[in-house]
């Protein structure tokens, strides 16, 4: 990859150290916006990594309808779990299985259960337990990463993909969880900036192989698209077949512009009750929940968070709940 030769020796030798059998969880954070090349990072690592992990454990959040444990239950998805040392019920739980019983454990004694879930996938390792966009997930996700990444005698490497927390549907919890993961005993952080003029010219040598691209063409795409890695990509797709020259100057397309040049966040007349609707959804609360901590129907919230959608334009729950914390309509943390 180019420009983060650094960062993939960093994951590889944090390999090392676990598949050399470490008594400790190895972890590797990456953070940057979006875009910067967070999930092509950790990828391109999984790919080079040797000896080959024996068990990758990777999952993500949902983002229409976030749950309690939606990392985990990801992470058991298509698995088989009938020999896995958990009662039925928690198990279902855990998983999100839909007839999973309505009698739910305490709080830590789930948080015990998911991270023995845990263990016994891992087994024997060396494992690598991926965590992507952790900006987005759950509460008792976060809970669980952070307990993974201090768990003793667990041969596992974890590899963090996540915006900063100010980007995060949940900014304090998140950076509370950024914080302890990087804390952790050998921890490693990294944080990706966008590319400078010289990977940029990189990449384009790599596009354009044996043809020299002038000085002032790679200044000019470095500049329009911010060194985004991302951008750059989509804009060398998009162009395939132009000369490198034709690459710097001239208008946009729509598609390309909305990538090399964000619009302004839209504005929105919300009602009071959205604004509280939308309170709830940056905290993480699927529709019941939000219908039980306001006091309305299921139906009601549907409407209001389809409303929500339309009014902000977003495409999604979580880019609704990242909308409003930009624009300080709400405060996640109020509701835990």
């Known amino acids: 990859m180019v420009g983060r030769a650094g960062e993939l020796a960093e994951f590889a030798a944090a390999w090392a150290t676990v598949a050399g059998g470490h008594p400790r969880t190895g972890c590797v954070v990456v953070t940057g916006a979006a875009g910067v090349g967070k999930s092509l ?6 790919d080079g990594l040797s000896p080959r992990p024996g068990t990758i454990l990777s999952g993500t959040a949902r983002v229409h309808t976030p749950a309690p444990y939606d990392w985990l239950a990801a992470a058991l998805s298509g698995r088989d779990t ?4 958990l009662p039925p019920d928690a198990l279902a739980w855990l ?3 839909p007839n999973a019983p309505r009698e739910r454990y305490a709080p830590d004694a789930l948080l015990r259960l998911a ?16 965590v992507e966009d952790l900006h987005a997930l759950d509460p008792a996700s976060l809970n669980l990463v952070g307990e993974l990444a201090t768990a003793p005698d667990l041969p596992a490497l974890l590899l963090v ?11 304090r919890l ?7 993961l990087s804390g952790a005993p050998g921890a490693i952080r990294q944080h990706l900036g966008p590319l400078g003029r010289p990977d940029v010219a990189a990449v384009l040598g790599q596009v354009y192989p044996g043809r020299p691209v002038p ?18 990509v989509e804009l060398l797709v998009a162009e395939r077949g132009r000369r490198p020259e034709e690459l710097a100057p001239g208008p946009l397309s729509e598609h390309l512009r909305l990538l090399v040049e964000p619009p302004p966040a ?23 929940q939000v219908a039980r901590s306001l006091g309305i129907s299921v139906r009601t919230v549907t409407v209001h968070v389809s409303n929500l959608l339309r009014k902000t334009g977003s495409a999604s729950r979580t880019e609704a709940a990242l909308w409003a914390v930009r624009q300080r309509l709400t405060d996640p943390a109020r509701h835990g």
Not at 82 to 85: S, T, V
Not at 115 to 130: E, N
């Open 41 to 46: 990072l950790i990828s391109a690592a999984l």
């Open 82 to 85: 009938q020999d896995l040392p």
């Open 95 to 97: 998983a999100q299985h």
């Open 115 to 130: 991270v023995r879930t845990v263990r016994a996938l891992v087994g024997a390792g060396p494992a690598v337990l991926v």
């Open 161 to 171: 993909g996540s915006r900063p927390a100010e980007e995060a549907v949940s900014p």
């Open 174 to 180: 998140v950076a509370a969880t950024l914080a302890r």
């Open 215 to 232: 000085a002032d063409v790679v200044d000019a795409l470095w500049r329009r698209t911010g060194g985004n890695p991302y951008r750059l």
């Open 266 to 288: 839209p504005t929105a007349e919300l009602t009071g009750r959205e604004v509280e609707v939308l309170s709830c959804l940056a905290a993480g609360m699927s529709n019941k």
